[in-house]
Nanobody, 121 residues
Framework: VQLQASGGGLVQAGGSLRLSCAAS????????MGWFRQPPGKEREFVAA???????YYADSVKGRFSISRDNAKSAVYLQMNSLKPEDTAVYYC????????????????WGQGTLVTVSS
């Protein structure tokens, strides 16, 4: 599976962005799709994930502000980010896993190249 993330950019605090991740290769619908982020100088952290049955999971820090969705027909996954805060500044990565704990990056087999989100105060 090849993953291509896009949609990052510079936004003011309180603003919104929508990230997209296009997948190609193996059957997309069978994978758990996740979004992770890596803030400057910090470890990569879980943001959100969605199973093929559209069951979703979120990190506590983004609950109520971010929404993950997928379109299996288009082999794409999205992350709608609202009410952005400066602490959301990070490189965001999409990833695909065959299963397992959705918050563990070690469970993900494929990674996109990352897209930078910068939130100014």
């Amino acid at each position: 599976v090849q993953l291509q993330a896009s949609g990052g950019g510079l936004v003011q605090a309180g603003g919104s962005l929508r990230l997209s991740c296009a997948a190609s290769g193996r059957t997309f619908s069978g994978y758990v799709m996740g979004w992770f982020r890596q803030p400057p100088g910090k470890e990569r952290e879980f943001v959100a994930a969605i199973r093929s049955a559209a069951i979703t999971y979120y990190a506590d820090s983004v609950k109520g502000r971010f929404s993950i969705s997928r379109d299996n027909a288009k082999s794409a996954v999205y992350l709608q980010m609202n009410s952005l805060k400066p602490e959301d500044t990070a490189v965001y990565y999409c990833a695909a896993a065959r299963g397992g704990p959705v918050g563990d990056p070690r469970r993900y087999d494929y990674w996109g190249q990352g897209t930078l989100v910068t939130v100014s105060s």
